[in-house]
Nanobody
């Protein structure tokens, strides 16, 4: 089965930078859109950014100009470079990917277990 594993979270001061990584492994035929979502304590999960297999990017207004999503298709990995971090960026960040595990089957969403990002002085 498919597994997504995030890494790179931690504690950072306001204005600082952090880079998250998410690697997919397992029974993978192909991966379509990959993305990052986040969920702050007591809040609903929200979109941060997505990137298609061809490199087309959508991102949330709240992170536009500060966060950059990228991917390495050969490594089945998606990244989130975060800069100018704000306290309101504090959340658990989850990786998401649309994965085909069989050539004749549909792509399905898979989720990582999340990595904590805390922005605090």
């Amino acid at each position: 089965q498919v597994q997504l594993v995030e890494s790179g979270g931690g504690l950072v001061q306001p204005g600082g930078s952090l880079r998250l990584s998410c690697a997919a492994s397992g029974r993978i035929v192909s991966i379509g859109v990959m993305g990052w979502y986040r969920q702050a304590s007591g809040k609903q999960r929200e979109l941060v950014a997505t990137i298609s297999s061809g490199g087309s990017i959508n991102d949330a207004d709240s992170v536009k100009g500060r966060f950059t999503i990228s991917r390495d298709n050969a490594k089945n990995t998606v990244y989130l470079q975060m800069s100018s971090l704000k306290p309101e960026d504090t959340a658990v960040y989850y990786c998401n990917a649309a994965v085909r595990i069989n050539y004749y089957g549909p792509a399905r969403d898979y989720w990582g277990q999340g990595t904590q990002v805390t922005v605090s002085s």
